[in-house]
């Protein structure tokens, strides 16, 4: 949904009701702060529900000390995944702030376990530049515990950091439960999935070894169209081609 943040916020039952309309079967809100969008988790789910949608994750502003109630919460809202996107003011200036947060994200992946929901990290492209000869993103990958944290790739940002997915679905398989699906073009913005330079055909073809198990649409730059044109667009590319 931060596709539509524009839009969401100002009708948000409209927006839903458009995204159900062109086929799509979840949604990924953000914002989680124990409900969504001044509702309930509850209340929100029976929104996604009625249209034929569910909610397997959210992005959120998740603390060792909040992750208890949020994963009670993403319960009730029938979540499968609470993901943490990027550090959130949590110091990144070494590769011993990135060990630090890892540790974290082990903890908070133990608390949210306890009410059946699995924890999740999402990545922009400040990951993947070195330090003292080496990728915090490593740092982050062989300091998290794979039964406690798994990785939402955000792969237009993966790529625009100068990495290549597909090798880290080879070095790290089963650690890439989330993914992600934003396409990137020429002008190094993101555009309608299918229309940019990113072989997310063949980026499927190795699903199964990334270890994923949900894929999310996102764009934030649209000019191509309105937010609600390029995800219908791109809803159409995902489904014909992709799933």
């Known amino acids: 949904l931060w596709t539509l943040r524009d839009v969401v916020n100002s009708d948000l039952p409209g927006t839903l009701g458009s995204l159900s309309k062109y086929g799509f079967t979840s949604v990924e809100p953000f914002g989680f702060d124990g409900g969504f969008f001044g ?55 070494n590769l011993d702030d990135f060990k630090k947060a890892a540790h974290e994200m082990n903890k908070m992946g133990e608390i949210t376990r306890k009410s059946g929901i699995s924890f999740g990290y999402h990545n922009h492209n400040f990951e993947f530049k070195p330090m003292d000869g080496k990728l915090p993103y490593d740092t982050l990958l062989a300091e998290t515990d794979p039964n406690l944290v798994t990785f939402q790739m955000d792969i237009y940002w993966v790529v625009k950091g100068g990495q290549k997915p597909e090798e880290y679905f080879e070095k790290h398989p089963g650690r890439f439960g989330l993914w992600h699906v934003k396409d990137m073009g020429n002008d190094g913005e993101s555009c309608i999935v299918g229309n940019g330079r990113i072989n997310f055909r063949d980026l499927m073809k190795l699903s199964k070894k990334a270890g994923l198990k949900q894929i999310v649409y996102e764009q934030e730059q649209y000019s191509e169209g309105t937010p609600l044109y390029c995800a219908e667009q791109s809803c159409k590319y995902i489904q014909k081609h992709l799933l």
Do not use: Q, W
């Open 39 to 93: 509702r309930s988790a509850k209340e929100f789910r029976t929104m996604c529900s009625d249209l034929g949608m569910d909610i397997p994750s959210t992005h959120c502003g998740i603390t060792v000390e909040n992750a208890s109630m949020f994963a009670e919460k993403a319960a009730e809202a029938g979540m499968k995944y609470l993901v943490l996107p990027s550090f959130m003011g949590r110091a990144e200036s």
